[in-house]
Structure formats: structure tokens, C-alpha cells
């Protein structure tokens, strides 16, 4: 297997492993409150999400190291905290404003980047190649074409709920975003620095 293979396969593998899924809830709470129809929305999410773990993860692979791994494991589910509280509140707005969709957007990039530092250490630890574009840009593709796919079948569970459970979008989105509330509580109490 080449190598950009060997590495776009590791980044699609990383993302959806279950032994870290604390990044699959952050993206699970992030875009659960989003209808099939607003598909772009998620698009841009989740494109947000990446660009900010993109900067950090490469920042990590070329040597930099910005925090400490103890305080960016803690640093992860305070990021699926706030954004479960966030998803919570806005779950009965109405169409959001743009300034509250820059607001998304924004903080999506921002904990991207604290959630490529955690991509990082396991980026770094496996990486033998000195040329970062053959290593840090198929991984990225990989994380993102993983995203990607995660995120499609959230929504796409959740459009099923509405439509043959009858489950209001509100109601589906509350549920989500107090269990990744509480699972990012027990896990920043068992990751305090």
C-alpha cells in the first residue's frame, strides 16, 4: 500500500474509532439539531471543525507542541460540553440569524483546533515520514471523509426519527445534547489534569 493511502486509510480508521469517540460525540452534538434540508449548514460545520483540527494537527506534526496532551484530553469534552449547552438552548429557535450561525461556525473551527491537538498525539506517534504533505494531508482527507460519512448518518437518523417516529427535531436534539452532556462531564472528570 502507498503512503497516501496508508495514511488516508489511518485518519478515516481514527475518526471512526470507537475507542475515540469522544470526537464522533462531538460532531454527533454539533450537528444533531440540523434537518436533512439544511444539509449545507452541517457541510460548513463540519468543514469548520476540520480547518481548525487541520492548523494544530499540522502545527503538531511539524514539532510544535501548543499544550500540554494532559490539558487537551481535558480540553476535549469541555468542548462537547459548551457545544451540547449550545445545541440544548438553541434547539427551539427558530431559523437561527446569521450572526448566530457565524457564532456556530466559529466555535466549530475554535475546538477544532483544541481537537486537532488530540489528533496530533496520535499523528505524530505513527509518523515516519519527513515530507508532511505525503503524511498531514492524507490523514486529514481521511478524518474528513469520515466525518463526513458520521455526520451523514446522524442526520440522516434524525430525519428517520422525524419522519417515520414522529419525533419532533427539538425533541431528538434535546435528548443528544443531555447525553453528551453528561458523558463530557464523566469525561473531564476522569481526564483532570
Not at 419522519?163 to 483532570?192: H, K, N, P, Q
Amino acid at each position: 500500500m502507498n503512503t497516501f493511502w496508508f495514511y488516508a486509510q489511518f485518519g478515516f480508521e481514527h475518526i471512526l474509532d470507537v475507542g475515540g469517540f469522544d470526537h464522533m460525540l462531538f460532531l454527533l452534538v454539533l450537528c444533531a439539531g440540523y434537518p436533512l434540508a439544511q444539509w449545507r449548514r452541517v457541510l460548513v460545520l463540519v468543514t469548520a471543525f476540520t480547518l481548525g483540527h487541520s492548523l494544530t494537527l499540522g502545527l503538531g506534526a511539524a514539532g510544535v507542541k501548543l499544550l500540554s496532551s494532559d490539558v487537551v484530553e481535558f480540553l476535549i469534552p469541555l468542548t462537547i460540553f459548551l457545544t451540547a449547552i449550545e445545541t440544548f438552548l438553541s434547539r427551539n429557535a427558530a431559523e437561527p440569524g446569521r450572526p448566530a450561525l457565524m457564532r456556530r461556525y466559529v466555535l466549530a473551527g475554535v475546538f477544532g483546533l483544541i481537537h486537532g491537538m488530540g489528533f496530533s498525539s496520535q499523528f505524530t506517534e505513527m509518523e515516519t515520514e519527513k515530507n508532511l504533505l505525503i503524511t498531514w494531508l492524507p490523514f486529514n482527507l481521511g478524518i474528513e471523509l469520515g466525518q463526513l460519512l458520521f455526520v451523514a448518518l446522524i442526520v440522516l437518523i434524525g430525519w428517520d426519527m422525524q419522519r417515520i417516529g414522529g419525533l419532533r427535531l427539538s425533541y431528538w436534539t434535546s435528548r443528544l445534547a443531555v447525553l453528551a452532556g453528561l458523558l463530557s462531564v464523566w469525561m473531564m472528570w476522569e481526564r483532570w489534569p
